[in-house]
C-alpha cells in the first residue's frame, strides 16, 4: 500500500520568495510515479509535475521544480519567484507499480502575500 | 492535454432525490475512468474506478448502492447519489485516463443536500 504525508497545513510565503512544499512517501514498489497537483478556489485539478521512480534527473517545469530524494523517500516541490496566482492547495500524490489509482497526501494550503 | 468536462457543476437537490454527475472525456478514448469525493478543506478521497464495459471497483466503506456508477462508453461515465441526504454534500471530482494510464481531472461537481 501507499501512503502520502504532506506535514504543512499552510504556508504563507512572499510574493517573489520561493517556497518548498514537502511530501514524503511509503511504499513497497520499485516502480512508482509521483505527482504534484495544484487546486485553486475553483476546486479544478491542476497537474504540475510528474517525477518517476527511476528518474536520475529531478523534475522540472518552469517554475516548478521537484526535490526528489529517493533515499529520504521525499518528493518535495519547489516553486521559484512565487506570484499571487500561486495561491491554492497543494497535493502530492503517488502511483504504484502497476496501478491505476493516485493516492493524495492531505495538502497544504499555499497563500502568497503581496 | 486532454479535456475532461463535468456536468452540472453544482447541483442543490432535496433530500431523498436521486442525483446523476457525468463525467465525459472530450478529446481521448477514456477507458478508465475514477470517481473522488473532496469535503472543505480535506484531500481527495477515491470512491470508486470503472472501466469501459465493467463494474466499478469500490473502494472500502463506499456504498455501492448509495453510489452508482456507469462506464458505458469510452468517453462517458456517470455517477448517481441514490436518495441524497444532507451528508452526501461534497464536491465531487472525476478524472479519466486513456492508454497512457495519465489521469485527466474534470472540474469538479458541487452537490448541496438540503
Known amino acids: 500500500a501507499q501512503k502520502i504525508t504532506q506535514t504543512q497545513p499552510g504556508m504563507f510565503v512572499q510574493e517573489k520568495e520561493a517556497v518548498t512544499l514537502d511530501c514524503t512517501y511509503d511504499?513497497?514498489?520499485?516502480?512508482?510515479?509521483l505527482f504534484w497537483y495544484k487546486q485553486p478556489s475553483s476546486g479544478e485539478m491542476i497537474f504540475l509535475i510528474y517525477q518517476g521512480s527511476y528518474d536520475e534527473q529531478n523534475a522540472t517545469e518552469g517554475r516548478y521544480s521537484l526535490n526528489f530524494q529517493k533515499a529520504r523517500k521525499s518528493a518535495n516541490l519547489v516553486i521559484s519567484a512565487s506570484q499571487l496566482g500561486d495561491s491554492a492547495m497543494y497535493f502530492c500524490?503517488?502511483?504504484?507499480?502497476?496501478?491505476?489509482?493516485?493516492?493524495f497526501g492531505q495538502g497544504t494550503r499555499l497563500t502568497i502575500n503581496p | 492535454g486532454a479535456v475532461v468536462s463535468q456536468h452540472p457543476s453544482w447541483v442543490i437537490c432535496k433530500s431523498g432525490t436521486s442525483v446523476k454527475i457525468e463525467c465525459r472525456s472530450l478529446d481521448f478514448q477514456a477507458t478508465t475512468m475514477f470517481w473522488y469525493r473532496q469535503f472543505p478543506k480535506q484531500s481527495l478521497m477515491l470512491m470508486a474506478t470503472?472501466?469501459?464495459?465493467?463494474?466499478?471497483?469500490?473502494e472500502q466503506g463506499v456504498e455501492k448502492d448509495k453510489f452508482l456508477i456507469n462506464h458505458a462508453s469510452l468517453t462517458l461515465s456517470t455517477l448517481t447519489v441514490t436518495s441524497a441526504h444532507p451528508e452526501d454534500s461534497s464536491f465531487y471530482i472525476c478524472s479519466a485516463s486513456g492508454n497512457t494510464r495519465e489521469q485527466f481531472f474534470g472540474p469538479g461537481t458541487r452537490l448541496t443536500v438540503l
Open positions: 470503472s472501466n469501459e464495459g465493467s463494474k466499478a471497483t469500490y
Open positions: 500524490a503517488m502511483r504504484g507499480e502497476g496501478a491505476q489509482k493516485l493516492v
Open positions: 511504499t513497497s514498489d520499485q516502480s512508482y510515479g
